[in-house]
């Protein structure tokens, strides 16, 4: 992560598809919203955004500036609604004080569930869109990456906790657990698990990745598993069972 003097924030590292290393900012200056939207508009070749999100706080910029920006854009009509990303409980108050937001895309799973203690309350309290990303947790909830699993140069998730060799062996441990109920449905643990995200209070969509056409196909019709109340409470129990080491 480096400090960028002309935007005034720290940018880091990325990969695009094809691998290529890429340089990200999070800046939010009023220009720049614009700039951002103006070339999206011009990609999309579309007149407007229905939801124009934020994608992550800029610590650097007042939050009234960035949001008086997407306002302007609002009324404009280049954007129908506004939104914003990895924002915590605080920064979505601020920023509701200068325009009506719909929604906050915030990273949640199975075990992943720290926005339930602040955030999803608030959220149903002011009636606020949850846009949950990486549902699956970046492929470990699949059931697919069992212990000793080698990545790739660059696979940053060797580097995350999650995939620490204690908690894959011990997030295994739970989803064989939920194998038999998936497999009762013809479904995948996959699935099984994107149906109960979406059943979790507060969340209004799942936004999984998928590396192809099958993948995207088979993740949406997670919509098709049906769970009853029994069921999730003994997923919920299961859950509360797991302990994952930092």
């Excluded at 070339?39 to 070749?45: A, G």
């Excluded at 915030?106 to 203690?117: A, C, G, H, L, Q």
């Excluded at 969509?205 to 997670?222: C, E, F, K, P, T």
């Amino acid at each position: 992560m480096r400090w960028d003097e002309k935007k005034g924030d720290f940018g880091f590292s990325s990969r695009d598809n094809a691998g290529n290393p890429i340089d990200i900012y999070k800046y939010g200056g009023k220009d720049s919203i614009i700039k951002e939207c103006e070339d999206s508009l011009r990609r999309l070749r579309t007149d407007y955004i229905d939801l124009y999100q934020i994608h992550w706080p800029d610590r650097t910029t007042p939050v009234e500036e960035t949001m008086e920006a997407v306002a302007g854009l609002i009324q404009q009509g280049k954007v129908r609604a506004a939104g914003v990303c990895n924002y915590d409980t605080e920064l979505m108050k601020s920023a509701g004080a200068t325009i009506l937001l719909a929604s906050d895309q915030v990273p949640f799973s199975m075990v992943n569930r720290d926005i339930e203690k602040e955030l999803t309350p608030y959220c149903i309290a002011n009636k606020k869109a949850i846009l949950a990303y990486s549902p699956l947790q970046r492929g470990l909830l699949t059931g697919k990456i069992r212990p000793g699993h080698l990545f790739g140069e660059g696979d940053t998730r060797a580097g995350s906790r999650f995939y620490k060799p204690e908690n894959v062996t011990r997030i295994n441990a739970f989803l064989d657990k939920l194998r038999p109920m998936a497999e009762s449905r013809s479904a995948s643990l996959a699935q099984l698990v994107i149906r109960w995200t979406l059943e979790r209070p507060g969340i209004t969509i799942a936004l999984v990745g998928a590396r192809d056409a099958r993948q995207a196909v088979q993740n949406a019709r997670a919509i098709d598993v049906k769970l009853s109340p029994e069921e999730i409470l003994f997923i919920n129990k299961q859950l509360d069972k797991l302990q994952v080491v930092e």
